[in-house]
């Protein structure tokens, strides 16, 4: 049998490419090299607690259409994204709001938090003298001021990106959120939630009526033939792998995760906790029975599971995680861009064909555009 389409990755952009079709009676077949579906959303249940094996995700959106396609397809709870962070034993909350700034200052209202955050930012302003910030500690002391970018930026960055802040470029932090409100959700979207059993279930069902083989690359001899098997090819792996890496190789940055039980039942309290000095070589942990358990029901289960997240440098082996933001990643990226651009008979998508950072809502949003164009939907 001949498919309409070959889909390469089991990710969000191809289970939600996969859905989309299968629902306007098309035919696909969905490969991945996991032996699971569901890329880096895949949960795994430890202990009766659905872990987020690649990373903590949360599902954020001002996009209703995506809210209320994933919504018809399994509900959602109510989380709420608040994370703390922990300096050398002392407690903040974030986003950077009125909650921070009274723990950081005792200041009580919104004029005397300003007040005190003008007087930060003054010395910063004052030395860069009208120019703009040509690094992320000058962008960050111009916006924020010391005390706040000494607790909270510095030493918390430096061990993510595995780089001084003088030499990081400004815009990682340029859209830091200073709220002079209580609020310590930290998106400002309107739609926010975990799936209830977590991420499985979702994937499950965008994936209904397709055919699915798991543990197959697409780079295995079965598939060098592709045109045999399918009409068209979506393919959401690697760019530059797709192109054999004629230009060279795109660089990534990566985590490492070190999951463990701990036998009590409410270890942190919370489901993300940000380790901002460097005393702790990790970044932060996450608690993950809070997305799903709220209230004294985290009691209902004696185990938790908690995973340390470590950022480090991309080798090949590795998962690739973040694109690294650098002139050189991005020519190269361009140059992969613009080979994909000729090759009419496939569909590249998702993070990594297109070498971009993007949420699972705009994954979504991807997808499905790249769907319309396919079959010509305006
Ligand atoms: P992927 O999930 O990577 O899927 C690609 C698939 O292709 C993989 O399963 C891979 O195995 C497969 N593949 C690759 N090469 C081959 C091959 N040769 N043959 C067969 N299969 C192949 N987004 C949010 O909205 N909220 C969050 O809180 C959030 N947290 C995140 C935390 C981390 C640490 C990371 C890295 C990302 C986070 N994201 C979050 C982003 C989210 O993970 C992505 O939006 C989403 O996973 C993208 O889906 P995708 O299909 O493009 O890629
Ligand atoms: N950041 C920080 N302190 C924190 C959390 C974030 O300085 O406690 C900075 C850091 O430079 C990071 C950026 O904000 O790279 C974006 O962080 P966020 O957690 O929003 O992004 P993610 O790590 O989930 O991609």
Redesign the pocket.
């Known amino acids: 049998m001949k498919y309409d389409f070959l889909i390469?990755?089991?990710?969000?952009?191809?289970?939600t490419f996969s859905h989309l079709a299968t629902k306007a009676g098309k035919s696909c077949l969905v490969?991945?090299?996991?032996d699971k579906?569901?890329?880096?959303?895949r949960c795994e249940n430890i202990e009766g607690i659905n872990v987020h094996k690649?990373?903590?995700?949360?599902?954020?959106t001002n996009d209703k259409e995506i809210w209320e396609l994933v919504n018809s397809l399994v509900p959602f709870n109510r989380f709420t994204?608040s994370p703390i962070a922990n300096y050398k034993g002392r407690l903040f909350n974030l986003p950077f709001n009125m909650n921070t700034f009274h723990q950081m200052w005792n200041v009580t209202t919104p004029s005397e938090a300003t007040a005190k955050i003008n007087s930060q930012r003054a010395e910063a302003l004052e030395r860069l003298n009208g120019r703009e910030p040509v690094n992320l500690e000058e962008q960050a002391l111009a916006l924020v001021g010391r005390d706040i970018y000494e607790t909270l930026i510095k030493e918390y960055t430096e061990k993510q990106w595995g780089r001084r802040c003088t030499e990081l470029p400004p815009f990682i932090i340029k859209r830091l959120p200073l709220r002079l409100v209580y609020d310590n959700n930290y998106f400002s979207d309107n739609y926010q939630g975990i799936p209830i059993g977590g991420y499985n279930p979702l994937i499950e069902k965008l994936l209904e009526g397709a055919k699915c083989r798991m543990a197959?690359?697409?780079?295995s001899e079965e598939f060098r033939q592709w045109r045999d098997l399918a009409t068209t090819l979506v393919y959401?792996?690697?760019i530059d792998?797709y192109f054999g890496y004629r230009h060279g190789r795109l660089e990534w940055r990566t985590?490492e995760f070190k999951t463990r039980v701990e036998d009590v039942p409410n270890y942190q309290g919370n489901a993300v906790v940000n380790y901002t000095s460097r005393d702790f070589p990790f970044t932060r942990v996450i608690e993950h029975k809070h997305f799903e358990s709220f209230g004294n029901t985290v009691y209902d289960n004696p185990h938790t599971v908690i995973s340390e997240?470590y950022s480090t440098e991309f080798a090949p082996g590795m998962e690739p995680?973040?694109p690294v933001n650098d002139e050189r990643n991005e020519t190269l990226a361009n140059d992969y861009r613009k080979l994909a651009d000729e090759d009419k008979d496939v569909i590249f998508?998702?993070?990594?064909?297109d070498y971009r950072?993007?949420?699972?809502?705009?994954?979504i949003r991807a997808a499905m555009e790249a769907f319309k164009k396919n079959n010509n939907i305006s």
């Open positions: 390469v990755g089991a990710g969000l952009f191809g289970c490969i991945d090299k996991r579906p569901g890329g880096n959303l690649y990373g903590a995700h949360i599902f954020h994204n197959t690359d697409f780079f959401t792996g690697p792998e985590v997240e995680y973040y998508g998702g993070r990594l064909a950072y993007y949420d699972m809502a705009p994954v």
